[in-house]
């Protein structure tokens, strides 16, 4: 019942996919509609994510965590996309929705500030949304804090405000 992480491979992306959109259902249906959360597929997210890899995979690093040879989460960590030299983005730490409260976001987190470290990078940032209290709670029990940077992503057709969060490695 140990978790183990590997960096991923494009034979896990389409996994990956289906997983990013079970795990933003379950994170994210209580404060966003259904029809938010329909689209995309998990079939599609396998084709955003491999075409994602395509472009991303030589300044990106994704992660997966597998408890007992199972896929159950993945992190992705590249470059500030606020194009500081000094800052790693964790652009993604995403969980089967039973894994939450096992350790795995937190391994995989753990993870990603290491990668980031060891590429020279002195800080971490994210983007978190607004209104999602669990994972704001989860990044400020490690360390990390709102820098007051405020931007929209849509969900659907849905404008969902995000939160950037920033901690030193």
Do not use: C, K
């Not at 034979?11 to 029809?35: C, I, K, M, N, T």
């Not at 994602?52 to 995979?57: H, K």
């Not at 929705?97 to 990668?115: F, N």
């Amino acid at each position: 019942m140990t978790i183990t992480l590997r960096h991923a491979t494009v034979d896990d992306l389409h996994a990956v996919g289906a997983l990013h959109q079970r795990s933003r259902v379950a994170a994210y249906s209580s404060f966003l509609p259904a029809e938010a959360l329909a689209e995309p597929t998990a079939e599609a997210m396998g084709s955003y994510w491999v075409e994602r890899w395509t472009w991303e995979r030589d300044d990106h690093l994704m992660t997966v965590a597998e408890r007992d040879g199972r896929l159950v989460g993945f992190s992705y960590v590249g470059p500030d996309d606020a194009g500081d030299p000094a800052t790693g983005l964790l652009n993604a730490i995403h969980l089967e929705p039973g894994e939450r409260g096992r350790g795995t976001g937190r391994a995989l987190m753990d993870d990603a500030l290491a990668t980031m470290r060891d590429r020279g990078w002195t800080r971490a940032a994210l983007w978190v949304l607004a209104d999602n209290a669990p994972a704001r709670r989860f990044y400020e029990r490690s360390g990390w804090q709102a820098t007051g940077e405020h931007r929209e992503e849509q969900i659907g057709r849905v404008g969902v405000p995000q939160l950037r969060y920033a901690r030193f490695v």
